[in-house]
């Protein structure tokens, strides 16, 4: 006759309270990617972006300028607005003021110098979010050679399948407004400074469409 089976060293219970609390250890030892699987990737359309900014002269009144070319991308998961991975890409020669001489100053050495520079670029690795659609993205901005924080004040404006796409296809798109400023003095941008020519503080107002990858 077989000898009856021992019975378990830990009681059922208590092996299912173990059991559990090594499940939660596993998830939280997952590595950081496994935590982003649902964040997709978005890229800027290029065809809907406006990079532009605000510059005191003389006190007179703010030139309007933009910028006509430029490139980025993110990581965004809807269901938790984590936003990462945030990288925007700025042709500096494609500065525009809607007066040739001006723009052919401004991607000079006294302004951008897009002959040495012909990149600014603005990275973040992640995000706060401040609200229901709202987001504060502190990255840092490098511009002239110099890479110095940054914060842009962002606001999520709408996400839906395009109506714009070919027959059978409907982009999914995301709509984003974003403000910031900066000195430009900070970068080593110091002509028409101190005799207050032209503005050192330099705000930023980008607006752009991303579709998701």
Do not use: C
């Not at 993110?74 to 991975?85: I, K, N, P, V």
């Not at 500065?95 to 951008?112: A, C, I, S, Y």
């Not at 987001?135 to 002239?144: V, Y």
């Not at 109506?163 to 407004?177: A, C, D, F, I």
């Amino acid at each position: 006759m077989n000898p009856a089976p021992l019975a378990p060293l830990v009681p059922r219970p208590r092996r299912r309270l173990l059991a559990a609390g090594a499940a939660l250890a596993a998830a939280l030892l997952l590595p950081p990617t496994a935590a982003m699987a649902q964040a997709a990737r978005y890229e800027l359309d290029p065809d809907h972006i406006t990079i532009a900014f605000l510059v005191e002269h003389i006190g007179y009144a703010k030139v309007l300028g933009l910028f006509r070319s430029a490139r980025g991308s993110y990581r965004f998961d809807e269901a938790s607005g984590a936003l990462t991975d945030v990288r925007i890409e700025v042709e500096t020669a494609s500065v525009f003021t809607n007066q040739r001489k001006r723009d052919e100053h401004l991607k000079g050495p006294d302004f951008l110098n897009s002959g040495e520079f012909p990149r600014m670029v603005f990275t973040a690795s992640g995000a706060r979010r401040t609200g229901e659609r709202q987001f504060e993205i502190a990255g840092q901005l490098e511009l002239l050679g110099k890479a110095l924080p940054l914060t842009l004040q962002a606001t999520w404006n709408k996400s839906a399948e395009s109506p714009l796409g070919g027959p059978g296809r409907k982009p999914y798109t995301m709509g984003v407004s974003a403000r910031g400023s900066f000195k430009r003095s900070a970068y080593g941008m110091n002509y028409a400074v101190a005799n207050g020519w032209v503005g050192d503080e330099v705000p930023l107002i980008i607006e752009f469409e991303a579709v998701r990858q």
